[in-house]
Every structure is written in C-alpha cells, then in structure tokens.
C-alpha cells in the first residue's frame, strides 16, 4: 500500500525477495501535466509492470471496500507514503496487521511531511522507522530503526536515500521479526502537511534558516522569490556573511541580504526553463544591485 516513488524501491524488494503480493493499493490517477490527463502513481505503474493486481480506491471506509480487502485473505499489509487513512477493519484484516516504512526516526516527526520538517528543523540525522499500525497518526509501536546523515541535502535526495533505506529494513525486519516497542513520548515532534505559502522565501529570517527552507522544497515545488514581477526558483544556495535590506540584491552575483547574513543562489529555475546557474540566470533576466526582491 504505497502510492509515491519513495515507495517503489519497498515494493521491489518484496518482490526481489521472493514474498507473494496479493495486490498493490495506490492513490487513484491525478490529472498533471498541461493536458491534465490522469497519470498513475509510481507504485501503480511499477506494479503493473511486475504483473501485480492494483487496486486505487479513493476511500478505504466503505463496507465494500473493506470487505474487498478482506477477501485477499493477507499474511500482512506493508504500508510506505499510501496517503488514505486505514479505519481499523483495514489495520485489523490482514493476519500480522499492517506495518508501516515510515521516513522518520519516531517519535520525531509524525504525519505527513516528516523529509521536509526534519531538513527546515535543521535536523543533521533523520532515518527510517518500521512500526506497527495503529488508529493513531504513527503513533504505533517500533520495530526496527536506521539512521541516515541528511546534512546538507535537499529533500529529493534525502527522499531517494530513505527509500532505499526503508526497503532495505523492512527486509531486515521480515527476516528476523522484533517485538514491538512502544513509542516514548519524549521527544514526539509533528510534521504537518506543508502549505503552499511556505515555499516563499521571506527574507527576514536568517541565511541558514533560508538555505534550509530552499533545500526542504529541493526539487519540487521549489521555494522561490520574485524580481521584476516574475517568480524565480531557488533550488540550491548557501550561506555567507554580509549585510543589506532583507531581499536587497548586495552584488554581481546575486547574493541576496536576509535578516542575518546573506544567501547566495547557486541553481536557480525560471518558469516554464531548465534550472541554472544565478549566472546564467543573470545573463538572460537583470537583477540589478541594490533591487529588492520579495
């Protein structure tokens, strides 16, 4: 039960591994791209590749579809970023219940947007939790636990690296079980749902916070600022010393002044291009020095 890419590499490794998979539940197909036609998810289209059986509800509470789930007669449900919730006919169905590959070390950061919160909390380690199901929000009892150094990275490399973590412990773990430990409550941190406003850079807050905040919308949706009417993405930047209006551009280079210290863009992405360098974006687009973006 998955629906992301962060998911494919634990359904792969349930297949690699030899495990019998009675079907593979996903997100129904979204309209995207410009002719907002329906396109799969990643778990979708890797499943009807492997010849599994997908199913895509849109809500797991009817009797219906609970008693459809039912009737796969499963040893197990393997859950990884599914994004429905599972009402407790769904955790109780399955012989062994349902265990979740959730991207964070729990009880930090549960819920949805664990990757993101841990990269703008300016955590340096997040990791891998296996836990077992329960009516809460991964709130249920931990079975196995990696770490992983995500210092420096953005989300989408962070997201690529926990999942092939994920897969590789949930293997450990059907392997040779553990007993489930239930969660302490010290140290419980929730990652709400980001929200769109968020992705905008607001130049009044510190260079690491900035940097941080570019590298936890890394690649998509993108944290960005505008010049000259235009919305330009910042995907990649650092941070360094100098001083300015927060959003003043300080020099050639684009270094921009925050509320302390400055970040300097190092990829950069108009709307509608390819990312580039602040270079190249200077070529075409003048930002002059001493404009103030916001």
Known sequence: MGSPEFAVPSLEALVGAGHELAAAYCQPPRPAGRGKAPRPTAVQRRAEELGIEVRTPTSLRSAQEQARFRSLDADLAIVAAYGLILPPPIL????????????????????????????????????????????????????????????????????????RLGAAALLEWLASPTQPIPQPDEGMTYAAKLAKAEARIDWSRGAEAVVRQVLAFAPSPGAWFEADGERVKMLDAEAGEASGRPGEVLDDRLAIACGQGAVRPLLVQRAGRAPMTSQELLRGFAIPVGTVVR
Do not use: F
């Open 92 to 163: 109780e169905a399955p012989k062994a219940g349902c265990i979740n590959v959730h991207a964070s070390l729990l009880p930090q950061w549960r819920g949805a947007a664990p990757i993101q919160r841990a990269i703008l909390a300016g955590d340096t380690v997040s990791g891998i939790t296996i836990m077992r199901m329960d009516e809460g929000l991964d709130t249920g009892p931990m079975l196995l636990q990696r770490e992983l150094p995500i210092a420096g990275k953005n989300a989408g490399q962070v997201t690529q690296e926990l999942s």
